[in-house]
């Protein structure tokens, strides 16, 4: 892993969260509560910010760019380039769970990226905008000489604001996470996605998980609100 002045230790590098602008976001306020198990400093939000919570630092943003993650990709550079984030910093997603106290683990991937689209187009019997995004990111990896490793597993994954400024400065819009993982060749522990995208599915174990719309509003995401009853700090 390329870290730069890694002055700090774990516990005390900041969490990062690019935010929809949605006036609510109900898988977001359980990742807040979830971060009890997670060391960390302060927490950003970039983008925007639900009605009801209360990061340590919002950072609002226009997201006026064409996709998702090209609005991503706009928050990210800001975020690299912002003097008071730690050198290093965790990046979450809204829909990141962290279900049993950690110690900040490593960074993790689930074999290759190419096997990634193949698996997910057969799921959906065709290309999903998702996996159109998946192998643009590829093309962009190919063209850069890297390798393929699929980090796109939802965890958290750690960054280094100088190493992203450097990739900002060589690319512009794909998928950040195995972009990074890959040209810095970062390593990690290879571990499953935690993604659970079905109604019906349950959380079994694990340190870590996600949901999405789908999900969080089933079975797992009443487990979720079971296991994180309590407001947080960054509730008001």
């Known amino acids: 892993m390329v870290v730069r002045n890694a002055k700090r230790k774990a516990n005390n590098w900041d969490i990062v969260y690019f935010v929809k602008d949605t006036s609510k976001n109900e898988e977001l306020r359980y990742s807040l509560r979830s971060l009890k198990n997670f060391p960390h400093n302060k927490v950003y939000f970039y983008g925007g910010c639900p ?81 159109q995004q998946l192998r643009y990111t590829l093309q962009e990896m190919e063209s850069m000489g890297c390798t393929t490793i699929n980090y796109a597993v939802h965890t958290p994954m750690l960054i280094n604001k100088e190493n992203g400024c450097e990739l900002c400065n060589i690319i512009n819009g794909p998928m950040i996470r195995c972009v990074y993982g890959n040209y810095f060749k970062i390593g990690g522990v290879n571990h499953r996605d935690c993604k659970i995208d079905s109604k019906e599915k349950l959380y079994k174990d694990g340190n870590y998980l996600s949901t999405n719309d789908k999900s969080f509003s089933g079975k797992v995401g009443e487990q979720i609100r079971k296991y994180f009853p309590d407001k947080c700090q960054y509730e008001k």
């Open 51 to 131: 009605d009801g919570l209360n990061p340590d630092v919002h950072i609002s943003v226009i997201q006026d760019q064409p996709t998702k993650w090209a609005n991503i990709f706009k928050m990210f550079k800001l975020a690299c380039i912002n003097p008071d984030i730690t050198d290093n910093f965790w990046l979450f997603n809204d829909d990141f769970f962290i279900m049993k106290p950690v110690d900040c683990g490593p960074n993790f991937y689930e074999g290759d990226l190419y096997k990634r689209v193949v698996t997910l187009e057969d799921k959906h019997n065709g290309i999903t905008p998702y996996s």
